[in-house]
């Protein structure tokens, strides 16, 4: 049984189809990529997946710009696309959004205390915490300063970390290499790497093909709403489509 499985995912946006049957899945263990170009709609599956689609949806219903869910969505067996965000979180769906900023006013240290709000066992809590500083000696070294003077790379280490404060069966990423040096880029992916041998599955989304192909185990290659191919990178990356998909001519 998958750990996540996506079943004919559709989303729209009044009459824009923005998903049109995306499957995919990704099983225990597993490095997964989520990759292809600008629009394709891949912020629109960790969006799905992790409930923010249908919060959305629920909050437009009867007015204008509706927004439409469907498919299937399960994660460890069983179905969470009707479920609240919070409670697909609880489940164990870890997501750290694109350009996450943390509270700017917060310290490092509070920030990742929001990342637990939904805990109830501090001694796990503080366990949690010591991973995230063990995994990112730097936030421990800033744990007291103001996150809003935090450089780009630190703060996108904080908004990892962040998402690793509560339970984590599946950790999600969108984009972690946006805006980042080359050299930040291949830390956060050392850190992403670390994170998975560590056991935790991880669901990478990216724009750029590199790391990531390095990295994952299976890549699933989107392009306009769609899934037009799966594989490891190397494989990929000797296909002309991959090259058409992302210049837009497929
Ligand atoms: N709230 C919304 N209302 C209408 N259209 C939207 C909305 N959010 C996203 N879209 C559209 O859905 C499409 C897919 O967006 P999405 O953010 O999933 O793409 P992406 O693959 O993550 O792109 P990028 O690499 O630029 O982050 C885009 O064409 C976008 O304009
Ligand atoms: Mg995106």
Known sequence: MPLLEVKDLAVRYDKAVILNGVSLHVDAGEFVGIVGPNGAGKSTV???????????????????????????????????DALPAHEIRKRGFALCPSRQRPFRELSVLDNLMAGAHLSTD????????????????????????????????????????????????????????????????????????????????VLVVEQEVGQVFRLAHRNYVLSQGRVWGEGAGDKLLADESLRACYLGTL
Request: proline fraction near 3%.
């Open 46 to 80: 960790l969006r799905a997946v992790s409930g923010l689609i249908r919060f959305q949806e629920q909050m437009q219903r009867g007015t204008h710009g509706q927004v439409v869910l469907e498919g299937e969505i399960r994660f460890a067996g069983e179905r969470i």
């Open 122 to 201: 501090a001694a796990q809590t503080r366990r949690r915490l010591e991973r995230c500083f063990a995994l990112f000696p730097r936030l421990a070294e800033r744990k007291d300063q103001v996150s809003g003077t935090l450089s780009g790379g630190e703060q996108q280490m904080l908004a990892t970390a962040r998402a690793l404060m509560y339970d984590a069966k599946l950790f999600a990423i969108d984009e972690p290499s946006l805006g980042l040096a080359p050299l930040i880029r291949e830390e956060v992916f050392a850190t992403i790497s670390r994170i998975h041998a560590e056991g935790i599955p």
